[in-house]
């Protein structure tokens, strides 16, 4: 059995988890995930795109969908190999167990960014609006949550066990209302 488990690293030997602030390096995700490349193991960096203008130019630069996350496909024995890089600090867990990630959620970030390369994500809990069907589109086929906001055009699709969603602006006549308010 293989299964994309989501983990979380270290840089400097500090865990993410601590509210230290100023000690993170850029590109940390990009060396553990290279590292576990080299060693043999498939490994996924979701990457978006951040457009800036600075003095007039345009840069272009990419930044981790997830921070602090990567995502490797490894059978049970590869565990230990992994956990002892320099890079790593923890698996993701999910209530008590390992966070495994389907191949299909792997499938919905990769098509996600493909299309809507400028993506946010959000906290899962943070969430909040009305269920809804993609049925036009790129994402058509997909579910997500159409969030309470002015517009009303994001769309937050959820990964998994990760505990977050991917944030994606799609035009409101391609989404379905799929879920109703009950009156009492």
Known sequence: MTVYLCSKFRRDGIALL????????????????????????????????????????????????????????????????????PQFSHFVRFKNYLASIPETHI????????????????????????????VNGSLK????????DEDNRKVAMEIGQLGRCVLVDVPKASVVRTEFATTA
């Open 141 to 148: 086929g997909m579910t997500g949550i159409l969030l309470d």
């Open 18 to 85: 601590s509210l230290v602030c100023g000690i993170y390096h850029a590109n940390a995700e990009i060396d553990l995930c290279e590292k576990l490349l080299d060693m043999g193991y498939e490994a996924y960096l979701p990457q978006r795109t951040v457009r800036k203008t600075v003095d007039g130019k345009k840069k272009v630069s990419y930044e981790p969908l997830f921070k602090s996350h990567v995502f490797v496909r490894t059978k049970p024995d590869g565990l230990v190999a992994i956990k002892a890089l």
């Open 107 to 134: 499938v919905k970030i990769k098509t996600i960014l493909y299309y809507f390369e400028e993506s946010t994500s959000i906290a899962t809990s943070l969430a909040n609006g009305v269920t809804v069907a993609v």
